[in-house]
């Protein structure tokens, strides 16, 4: 009886310090990261840090826009082309085909999600460069191929969450509308939809996340010029590939300014996640 | 003399191999109210659901037979499905309002069919939630999402929706099971001043209810129809032992 209870308070206190070193670990991290790059910010400026147009670190010019840009339009991109497919994909699963081929159809598309990025940047450079360079024109490398292939990516994400909000909307309501006359469609865009809401909300906002943060296969389709892109043709270069281009080589301010674009990557990010939390639990409530 | 609105014809009914309706026949009247009484798990929803084709959307259902209505039978394959739905209007027990306003609760069928004058509209929801006994308590809150009403006033609404369609025949799956005796008196208070316009459908488990609003009610007993007549009929002097045994509280 003492010992159960004795072995019970042991393991509450092993979980409690795994628990707390985790969370530690990330904390120093974050710790880390804007001891590292916060100092730098403030040397030259947050200003000419966030807005500078030019990125040359031998000359001490760190101009962080074209990065910042970069990665908002590659994530723009993405999501325009991945949300509009994968929740297609989710409302086709979930409402209108046969039980069976969506239980075959779920589990595969989850498998994308564990393809090693490089494998995706490898087929794009394959295949969707190539045929971008030869059909559209420009180098090839560029905002639209980093676009199409991080908007594939993204596609288990979106599809996945989108596709567990339609489901969990009750199927009374679903009745509710067609005993009013409804036809499928007209029930799942006026009902389904609006109901699951949030929750593909949640699924877009993630699947951003995941869009901003790649690294591998972009770099290798993007072209990494760090300057703002002119067409969507034109190579361009994101904070994260900025950072993994280049660290294995900077030294000093170099080495400062990168650590700060990480800290410029991680607010953006940060705020992503915190409207994702809101939106999910506003979800939680209803 | 009546005028029969629905005439069922042996009608048959299968979940799969489980059969749920075994060869009913009978006629409903214009402007009657009907009511199905029986023991749990006897097919009353299963025959509200084979009248608007509601059925057709459970998979591995099957029905046999004919219902006719206007002297057409529903089942014919090339009978428009939808346009079918419409002349029914369906209330289920639990009240379902669509996560919307409850404005937008009463136009919607409206709306799927195409109508969006806005006066036109606007005088549709005062008339629905007038009929449905509504109106009074909600005139000021329009635009408020219909999930705040409480479950009286959610199950009205549900009335007020169906009949902003302006249908023929009203069906009713148990609409008061989950209510106070008031909120009850409300619906039955609708449906008595409804039976003027429409053909009313209401199955209950409450089978004091049929006893009070119903003109006619139908015993239903393990997918058979046992039997139907004049509501005072049956609660007074029912041909069959098994009605008088359920009516008893033998079983269900
Ligand atoms: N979706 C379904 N799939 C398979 N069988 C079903 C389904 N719905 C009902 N059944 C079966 O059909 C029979 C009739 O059910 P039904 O729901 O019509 O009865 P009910 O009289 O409405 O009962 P209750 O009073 O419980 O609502 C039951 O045996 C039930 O198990
Ligand atoms: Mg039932």
Redesign the interface.
């Known amino acids: 009886m003492t010992d159960l209870r004795k072995s019970d308070r042991l393991i509450k206190l092993g979980l409690l310090m795994i628990a707390f070193s985790a969370i530690s670990a990330l904390f120093v991290i974050t710790l880390f990261i804007f001891e590292q790059g916060g100092p730098i910010m403030f040397k030259y400026g947050l200003k000419s840090f966030i807005f500078g147009q030019d990125w040359y670190p031998s000359e001490k010019i760190f101009g962080l826009w074209p990065m910042i840009v970069g990665s908002l339009m590659v994530t723009l991109g993405a999501l325009i082309i991945g949300v509009p497919l994968g929740l297609a994909t989710a409302i086709f699963l979930a409402e209108f085909s046969s039980r069976r081929l969506a239980r075959i159809l779920k589990p595969v598309i989850e498998l994308l999600a564990g393809i090693p990025s490089v494998v995706y940047g490898f087929l794009g450079l394959m295949f969707l460069i190539p045929f971008i360079r030869e059909n559209l024109g420009g180098p090839g490398l560029s905002v639209l191929a980093a676009s199409i292939i991080l908007g594939i990516m993204i596609l288990p994400t979106v599809i996945s969450i989108s596709l567990d909000s339609i489901r969990a909307v009750p199927d009374c309501y679903r009745e509710g509308s067609i005993a009013l006359g409804a036809t499928r469609w007209q029930t799942v865009r006026m009902v389904v939809l609006p109901a699951a809401r949030s929750g593909i909300l949640a699924a877009i906002i993630l699947g951003m996340g995941r869009a901003i943060g790649e690294t591998m296969a972009v770099i290798m389709v993007a072209g990494n010029a760090a300057e703002i892109p002119s067409s969507i043709l034109q190579p361009v270069r994101t904070l994260t590939s900025n950072i993994a281009l280049e660290m294995g080589y900077a030294a000093g301010e170099h080495r400062q300014a990168l650590f700060a674009t990480g800290v410029i990557l991680f607010v953006i990010i940060m705020v992503l996640n915190t409207i994702a939390n809101l939106t999910a639990s506003r979800q939680g409530k209803r | 003399m009546k005028e029969t609105a629905i005439e069922v014809r042996n009608l048959n009914h299968f979940y799969n191999r489980h059969q749920s309706l075994k060869n009913i026949n009978l006629e409903v009247y214009r402007h009657e109210i009907l009511a199905i009484i029986g023991p749990a798990k006897s097919g009353k929803s299963t025959f509200l659901t084979c009248l ?1 084709r ?1 059925s057709d ?1 459970i998979p591995g259902a099957r029905v046999e037979g004919q219902i006719l209505i206007d002297g057409q039978d529903i089942y014919r394959p090339e009978v428009d499905v ?2 079918l ?2 002349k ?3 209330v ?1 027990a ?1 009240p ?5 306003s409850i404005y937008e609760n009463v136009v ?2 409206v709306r ?2 195409g109508k969006n004058n806005r006066p036109e509209l606007d005088r549709l929801v005062e008339d629905s939630l007038e009929k449905a006994g509504l109106w009074n308590e909600v005139k000021d809150r329009l635009r408020i999402s219909a999930l705040k009403l409480s479950g009286g006033q959610q199950q009205r609404l ?1 009335l007020a ?2 009949l902003a ?1 302006k249908p023929e025949y009203i069906l009713l799956d148990e609409p008061t099971s989950g209510l106070d005796p008031i909120s009850t008196m409300k619906i039955e208070d609708s449906l008595r001043r409804l039976k003027q316009n429409y053909t009313i459908i209401l199955v209950t488990n409450n089978t004091k209810q049929a006893a009070r609003v119903a003109d006619r009610t139908a015993f239903f007993l393990m997918g058979e129809l046992v039997e139907v007549a004049e509501t005072e009929i049956i609660f007074t002097r029912p041909t069959d032992k098994r009605t008088e045994a359920y009516l008893e509280g033998k079983f269900g």
């Open positions: 608007n509601m959307l939808v346009a739905r419409r029914f209007g369906m289920f639990t379902i309002p669509l996560p919307m919607y069928g799927l069919a549900c929706r169906i369609l």
